[in-house]
């Protein structure tokens, strides 16, 4: 009888442990203050944005911004801002933004889009255009902290656990861009010709 009270004393202990353990998590992960300032540390305001993908079904989001250092310009660093088990990732790229141009005032001579593919414009420099412009942070529950990052052509939403912050070289990183073959498509006016 008594080795059985032990079992179920120890279940429980180990119960216990488990629950105290995502507790002490929960509150390491939602200290949103001090989450917002790493972030602001890093001086991302109008850095380039160099790519954000989502890995393993989803579990991973990735920012890329680059290093932007006061006297010294762009580095050879980025921040990977990494966002750990995500629940929920959206957004919304200018692919389906409006712009109109044309009169200052009154109806405009024409609405435009974007009509070309970004992995088609980077070797154009055209990428020099994408520069993060804010990142709040936000509790959505007692254990997923919520992130809105506004970049110049995306919004992004992301409801996860964690984030990590590091810096790492540009040259040792998987960009998108850095496999493209110059000069694939010109454009002229913004827009791709043959």
């Known amino acids: 009888m008594f ?3 032990n079992k ?26 001090k989450i917002q300032r790493a972030l602001e540390n890093i001086e ?11 890995q393993h079904l ?3 989001a990735r920012l890329y911004i680059q290093q932007y250092r006061q006297g010294y310009g762009e580095t050879e660093y980025c921040y990977e801002i990494t966002f750990l088990r995500c629940y929920k990732v959206a957004y919304d ?4 933004w409006l712009a109109s141009r044309g009169m200052p005032e009154g109806a405009p001579k024409e609405v435009i889009a974007r009509e070309y593919n ?3 414009a980077t070797s154009f ?8 412009q804010d990142i709040k942070v936000s509790e959505y529950n007692y254990f997923l902290n919520s992130y809105h990052i506004v970049v110049a052509n995306m919004t992004i939403d992301i409801i996860c656990q964690d984030i990590d912050i590091k810096l790492v070289p540009i040259a040792e990183q ?7 073959e110059s000069k694939k498509i010109k454009f002229k006016d913004g827009k791709p010709v043959e």
């Open 3 to 5: 080795g059985y009270l």
């Open 125 to 132: 420099g055209m990428l020099l255009g994408y520069a993060a």
């Open 58 to 60: 989803g579990d991973e």
């Open 8 to 33: 179920m004393i120890n279940t429980v202990k180990k119960i216990y442990d488990t629950i105290n353990q995502f507790y002490q998590k929960c509150l390491r992960n939602k200290n949103i203050k």
């Open 44 to 54: 991302y305001w109008d850095a380039q944005l160099l790519d954000f993908n989502i």
């Open 174 to 180: 998987n960009f998108f861009w850095k496999h493209i």
């Open 118 to 120: 970004i992995k088609d």
């Open 93 to 96: 790229t200018d692919a389906g």
